[in-house]
């Protein structure tokens, strides 16, 4: 009886993975070869209705595969080899520790089934197309220092894509505080104020914000002087009352608390 397959399974995927074979006839280890296209492989297990096989290397595309048994061959199943992915580009490449959904750009997204941030942690993508998928970042547990950046790997039917280096790591960072402030008190138009905290690193704004609620206005003239440090001049416009100055970074906007007051009399 001439061997005869009836499934493959997986059906697609890549070199390195372990492939089943079931059907009827296909022999054993002694007697059974594994044909892909050209390729001939010698099955890890085999009896009459299973062989079970390692995939050899192969180009994106399609393979046929077949059971050679003491010569004899059996009908043919399709294989596609798939491609491993590449990631290009991030959109964005910053966050908080907590962060929200990002844009990954690359190639080979359509099979896509996990997306891993470094050590961090893994998270489940939505597919917008080959070259484009959606992803929320798992949130970062306690770290040292101010930002982590973790190289985005995307996985998909053909394997898992290369760190490339800057443009394919998301970088978290810690939520800025602010520990003081001198002088604390002061008119509207004070300058050179300075503001001591932590995680000062890549400064978008700082804000005058009354402190119980209200509209915030952004510092004038700020410099950032350090990690822990920056300085800045008080909004002329400002009227009478307590203020909490908030530094905002990527890691955040720092949370009100009295050690960053201004007071204007």
Known sequence: MAPS????????GHSGQTMTITGTGLGSLSTTKVN?????????????????LTIPSGCSGQANVTVTVSGVNSNSSAFFYVAAPTVTSLTPSTGPAAPGAIDVFGTGFSTATSVAFGTVGTAVPTVVSDSHLTVTPPGHGAFTGCTDAADVLVTNTGGTSSPIGAS????????PTVTGVTP?????GTTG????????????????????????TPAD???????GSLTLDVPGTLAAGTYDIQVITPGGTSTAVAADHFVIP
């Not at 604390?184 to 509207?188: D, N």
């Not at 104020?193 to 400064?203: E, H, M, N, S």
């Not at 003239?221 to 990690?227: D, R």
């Open 184 to 188: 604390g008190t002061g008119a509207a």
């Open 193 to 216: 104020v300075i503001v001591a905290g932590t995680c000062f690193v890549d400064v978008s704004s700082v804000t005058f914000t009354p402190t119980g609620g209200g509209a915030s």
């Open 168 to 175: 394919g790591q998301f970088t978290y960072y810690q939520l």
């Open 221 to 227: 003239n700020v410099n950032i002087t350090g990690v």
């Open 36 to 52: 892909f296209g050209t390729k001939t492989v010698t099955p890890t297990a085999a009896s009459s209705t299973s062989v079970t």
């Open 5 to 12: 397959i009836t499934s493959i399974s997986p059906t697609a």
